[in-house]
């Protein structure tokens, strides 16, 4: 069956970098859409990033722009999220989210994580 399993949260201080991973299994993963979500609490999920199955493509939302780059390995079925400049506004549980079709579409996920925790604060 479908599994992502992230990893590499934690404790930042702002200005300061984290690293996700997600394992991804069950699926053909360099076949599929990959992106980051996240959700803050008492507000409802956000798409953050997304990468194309074979990793050329790739979106952000406006608010990580130019600091969050997201990529993966395909031979090792890993999905990351390479976080810089973190802000408090970033705190926030984080999954990876797996495609529903071939193309990478904003938002059309079939399969969720069960999340890493990613606070940012001094």
């Known amino acids: 069956q479908v599994q992502l399993v992230e990893s590499g949260g934690g404790l930042a201080q702002p200005g300061g970098s984290l690293r996700l991973s997600c394992a991804a299994s069950?699926?053909?993963?360099?076949?599929?859409?990959m992106s980051w979500v996240r959700q803050a609490p008492g507000k409802e999920r956000e798409f953050v990033a997304g990468?194309?199955?074979?990793?050329?493509?790739?979106e952000y939302a406006d608010s990580v722009k130019g600091r969050f780059s997201i990529s993966r390995d395909n031979a090792k079925n890993l999905l990351y999220l390479q976080m810089n400049m973190l802000k408090p506004e970033d705190t926030a549980l984080y999954y990876c989210?797996?495609?529903?079709?071939?193309?990478?579409?904003?938002?059309?996920?079939?399969?969720w994580g069960q999340g890493t925790q990613v606070t940012v604060s001094s």
């Open positions: 069950g699926f053909t993963f360099g076949r599929t859409p």
């Open positions: 989210a797996k495609g529903r079709q071939i193309l990478l579409q904003k938002g059309d996920y079939d399969y």
């Open positions: 990468i194309s199955f074979g990793g050329g493509i790739t």
